[in-house]
Structure formats: structure tokens, C-alpha cells
């Protein structure tokens, strides 16, 4: 119940394309929803975070998208370009917050 | 300004010893997070405390895993007999305070154990 399942694992775009990543939860009691990108041999970083109470954020090329009822939430990024190639990682923490749960995280690669 | 530091970067050992990973938080910071990252997975949760005292400790794989943070800044991991499968990325991650605070990473130490 205190998993997070991310998909895909890999994901290869063209330079100007969208990548889409998916996730999914289980535990109701999330209630914060970050998503953080790491590159090689660094700490993640917070990206973009969402709570439930909204169904979108958008930040720049980057938006959440939120679907409380089926416990699914994706991670778009608009006209991608090569130095987004990272890995990204979705992740939950509920009230409290200090527990964070993240995803196996997905190694995106956009083609120049 | 600086942000979390960890030291050392890597770290290698050898089966049955034991070793201390430091991190040093953003000044001010009065949440410190570690996590464990293995090859190809996500962080996991090691432990979490809110000023000096350990607040969650519950990710803790066994009783060889232990850490401090004696006057609520820098804080030490400290694993005792180690074992390859404790050969990973360990992450400190401090913020302002719990909840949806963000948390700022460091870089990591890489512990490999032969």
C-alpha cells in the first residue's frame, strides 16, 4: 500500500516532442505529489509537485496532470529538449510529509 | 548559499567493517532525511529527523543501520558490520521544516562494500 509504480521505465523522444510519465499510487492518504529529476551522479531535485485537490499544474514546459479517483498522475514535459534527459522520479508523502515514497524512476533520453 | 553537503563522496569497505556517512544540511534547516539509493531504483526512506531527535526511523533495513544528529545540524549514519548488500547511493536531504517543505538533496555518498 506504500508503493508508487512508475511507467515506463525508459523512454526515448525527439528534441521538440512530449514525454509522458505515468504513476500510480495506492495509499489514500497521500496527499502530496512531487515529482523530482536527477541526473547522473547528483541528488534529485524537485521539479514540479502537486496536491490533490487540483487536477493540473503547469510550471514552464512541465505540468502535472491528476486523477484523485483512480490514484494515477502523470508528468508531461512540453517540446523536450536534450538537457532534459535525466531520470525522473514521482513520489507521495502524506500529511507530515516527511515519509516520502518515490517511484523507480524513469531514464527519459530526447534525441537532439 | 551552499547546500547539503556529504562526505565522503565514496566510500569503499571491506565485509564486517564499519563505516560513518556525514551530512551537513542547508544552514537553517531544521528537517534532515536520509535515503538509500540503489543501481536503477528510486530513494528509500532510511530515517527522518525533526531537530535532534529522530522522529521516524521505521525505513531502517536492521539494527547494524543507526544515526544521530547530537545538536540538530550535521548528522552521521553509522553502519556497523556491513555487507554487500549495503553497497548503494546514500542520500541526506534537509528542508525548513516536514510536510510538503521541499527537500533539497545532496549529492550522495557511493558506499561500496567488497
Known amino acids: 500500500q506504500q508503493q508508487v509504480k512508475q511507467s515506463p521505465q525508459s523512454l526515448i523522444v525527439q528534441k521538440g516532442g512530449i514525454s509522458i510519465i505515468n504513476c500510480a499510487y495506492e495509499?489514500?492518504?497521500?496527499?502530496?505529489f512531487p515529482w523530482y529529476q536527477q541526473f547522473p551522479g547528483k541528488g534529485p531535485a524537485l521539479l514540479i509537485a502537486?496536491?490533490?485537490?487540483?487536477s493540473e499544474k503547469k510550471e514552464g514546459r512541465f505540468t502535472i496532470s491528476f486523477n484523485k479517483s483512480a490514484k494515477q498522475f502523470s508528468l508531461h514535459i512540453m517540446d523536450s529538449q536534450p538537457g532534459d534527459s535525466a531520470t525522473y522520479f514521482c513520489?507521495?508523502?502524506?500529511?507530515?510529509?516527511?515519509?516520502?515514497?518515490f517511484g523507480a524512476g524513469t531514464r527519459l533520453f530526447v534525441k537532439a | 548559499g551552499a547546500g547539503v553537503s556529504q562526505t565522503p563522496s565514496n566510500k569503499v569497505t571491506e565485509k564486517g567493517k564499519y563505516v560513518e556517512l556525514r551530512c551537513d544540511p542547508i544552514?537553517?534547516?531544521?528537517?534532515l532525511y536520509w535515503y538509500r539509493q540503489s543501481l536503477g531504483q528510486g530513494p528509500e526512506f532510511l530515517i527522518y529527523?525533526?531537530?535532534?531527535?529522530?522522529?521516524?526511523d521505521s525505513g531502517l533495513p536492521n539494527d547494524r543501520f543507526f544515526a544521530v544528529r547530537p545538536e540538530g545540524s550535521v548528522s552521521t549514519l553509522k553502519i556497523q558490520r556491513t555487507e554487500r548488500g549495503d553497497s548503494a547511493v546514500y542520500l541526506c536531504?534537509?528542508?525548513f521544516g516536514q510536510g510538503r517543505e521541499t527537500q533539497y538533496f545532496g549529492p550522495g555518498t557511493r558506499l561500496l562494500v567488497l
Open positions: 529527523f525533526q531537530g535532534t531527535g529522530a522522529a521516524d
Open positions: 502537486i496536491r490533490p485537490d487540483v
Open positions: 495509499n489514500t492518504a497521500f496527499d502530496y
Open positions: 513520489a507521495a508523502s502524506n500529511t507530515g510529509g516527511f515519509k516520502t515514497i
Open positions: 536531504a534537509s528542508s
Open positions: 544552514s537553517g534547516h531544521t528537517a
